[in-house]
């Protein structure tokens, strides 16, 4: 078990966002994390990377650690990385110097400026992104920005990746695009939680699919499962889904 996550509420105020969600994720699996905007999934997110603490009575474990409300910093150094919904890069960086800095995070940081640029390199051909090393972040399109996202989240070598609406103003082009690019990701064996409003895209990635609604899990199981729960279908899918 790579992830297991318990009994995780989060209140905003009055406001309950996550209301007892347990789940767990095995190493080398990748799950859909869907649901209707504000039922909670950026909040599991944020809580699971110590951006946000939980209630009391949560409990996270990362490859058989307690992780519970560790600060950001530290749970990046353990090997969880994430991409943010709202890309923001440094945009008077270049694409190179801007996956440099993420090589200064996380489970094994760059031991001197030329290896972090040298890995750097190599993590922008990867993402097909090695022409434009030298160009200034603010200059790359929407896409390349997106790119440069993964590529940030990449660099601090994790062994489990959170994206987070990551393919979300994204032309079906690009969509496609993107997929390839993930499945290769997931092929390197990085372990990935996917929150997606793209229901093909995400059914098509996913070994298994989370559904939450209003901070509650209301269903888990494989995609081709999950497309056939009414629960499922009333609360987010619609019932074009059901007909398409
Ligand atoms: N930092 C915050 N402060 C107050 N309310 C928040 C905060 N983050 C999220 N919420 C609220 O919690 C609920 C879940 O939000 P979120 O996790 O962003 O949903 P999703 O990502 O599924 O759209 C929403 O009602 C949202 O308005
Ligand atoms: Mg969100």
Do not use: W
Not at 42 to 59: C, D, E, R
Not at 157 to 179: I, S, T
């Amino acid at each position: 078990m790579m992830l297991k996550v318990e009994k995780l509420s989060k209140s905003f105020g009055g406001l309950l966002a996550l209301n007892q969600v347990s789940f767990q994720i095995e190493a080398g699996e990748t799950v859909g994390l869907i649901g209707p905007n504000g039922s909670g999934k950026s909040t599991v997110f944020n809580v699971v990377t110590g951006f946000l603490k939980p209630n009391p009575g949560a409990f996270i474990e990362f490859e058989g650690a307690n992780i519970t409300a560790l600060p950001p910093h530290e749970i990046s150094r353990r090997g969880i990385a994430r991409t943010f919904q709202l890309v923001k890069p440094f945009l008077h960086l270049t694409a190179l110097q801007n996956i440099m800095v993420g090589r200064a995070y996380g489970c094994h940081p760059a031991k001197t400026i030329a290896a972090a640029e040298a890995d750097a390199r190599a993590i922008l051909t990867s993402l097909g992104l090695g022409d434009k090393a030298g160009v200034l972040a603010r200059d790359l399109t929407v896409i390349e920005r997106k790119r440069l996202e993964l590529g940030r989240a990449l660099a601090a070598k994790p062994r489990l990746l959170l994206l987070d609406e990551f393919m979300a103003g994204l032309n079906p082009v690009e969509v496609q695009a993107m997929m390839k690019l993930l499945a290769e990701i997931k092929a390197t064996g990085i372990t990935l939680v996917v929150v997606e409003h793209i229901v093909k895209a995400i059914m098509g990635l996913s070994d298994r699919i989370i559904v939450l609604s209003v901070g509650q899990k209301i269903a888990e199981g494989p995609p081709a499962a999950i497309v056939a729960e009414p629960e499922v279908i009333a609360a987010y899918l619609g019932s074009d889904y059901a007909q398409g």
